[in-house]
């Protein structure tokens, strides 16, 4: 299957970047290409660009996609949590801008046997990065029915999340758990049949699965202060979530870094010593327009939020 994804508000993102011609970018998600191929038409020829990703078939569809512009473009196969490690081994001391875009593909949810998808009956997988050894398989089968029950609840928000997790362990006690339709089966048994309603109902206890197999919020949460301290004075991390939970910790990151003081609010002054990092540019974040939901529906959670190097920072 060839590899597609609509990338979610592109120009939006393009727009907040604030884009250098002959700047250093990083796109630590970069899926089909999109947003770097959007960026990469803004640089000169003294413009670098950097994509990572962790599917394979996401470098061999961007490599394709982004080989006209030659040596401006170096690709690399990792996790974005790596990114700045891996970027000073290469000689990199900082950045103009960053694109995280933290949506699954439309390519991993439509292709059946990534197991992304409750659409299609195939094994439990779910592995952004193949190469590694934790699967929904693993996790379905081998977590305790206190860890499901806290993963189903925190990562997935599902209230029937104690139901769930007993009805997994007591089927898995018969038969091995392999494929998503029996996983479906499994969930939609757990749930009262007139709370069944507003779509289907395995979909937050696979986002829930999803995140815990690819340590999606931990990787986020440890990687957004050493980007922020990469960017170079007057560079931006441009940031789409497309959950709650995701949003939580990039607004707070955020915050953080433009306002660090954790000295009491009676103090006259700072003795903390800890500096503002720069400025949250988007107060409240930026969403997709009715004519991008018309076109894309995936993209109705996404929202996008942006931070700025201070100059002085």
């Not at 982004?66 to 949590?81: C, F, S, W």
């Not at 898995?172 to 009262?192: D, Y």
């Not at 991390?237 to 910790?249: A, M």
């Amino acid at each position: 299957m060839e590899f597609q994804h609509y990338s979610v508000l592109l120009e939006e993102t393009i727009e907040q970047l604030n884009i250098k011609p002959d700047g250093i970018y990083l796109d630590g998600t970069l899926g089909g290409g999109g947003h770097a191929e959007e960026v990469l038409r803004r640089l000169s020829d003294k413009g670098r660009f950097f994509g990572i990703d962790q599917d394979e078939a996401a470098i061999e569809a961007a490599s394709e996609r982004l080989k006209p512009y030659g040596e401006k473009v170096t690709i690399l196969r990792n996790n974005y949590r790596n990114a700045v490690a891996a970027l000073r081994e290469l000689g990199v001391d900082g950045l103009d801008g960053i694109v995280l875009d933290l949506g699954v593909s439309s390519y991993q949810f439509d292709t059946a046997e990534r197991g992304f998808s409750y659409r299609f009956d195939t094994a439990l997988d779910m592995r952004m990065d193949q190469r590694s050894s934790l699967s929904a398989k693993e996790i379905v089968n081998g977590y305790s029915e206190y860890e499901l029950f806290h993963m189903i609840k925190d990562y997935g928000e599902e209230p029937f999340a104690k139901n769930i997790a007993k009805h997994i362990v007591k089927e898995r006690e018969k038969k091995e758990i392999t494929t998503t339709f029996e996983l479906n089966e499994i969930i939609k048994n757990a749930i009262p049949a007139r709370m069944r309603q507003g779509g289907h109902p395995s979909k937050r206890t696979y986002q829930a699965i999803r995140i815990e197999c690819n340590h999606e919020l931990e990787v986020l949460k440890d990687s957004l202060d050493d980007m922020i301290s990469f960017l170079k004075p007057g560079g931006r991390i441009c940031i789409i979530t497309f959950h709650s939970l995701e949003d939580r910790i990039v607004k707070n990151a955020f915050r953080t870094n433009e306002s660090p003081c954790i000295c009491p609010p009676e103090f006259p002054v700072c003795t903390c010593g800890r500096r503002s990092k720069g400025r949250v540019v988007t107060k409240k974040p930026v969403l997709p327009s009715g004519e991008e939901l018309e076109r894309n529906s995936r993209s109705k959670s996404a929202k996008l939020r942006t931070f700025e190097r201070g100059e002085d920072s």
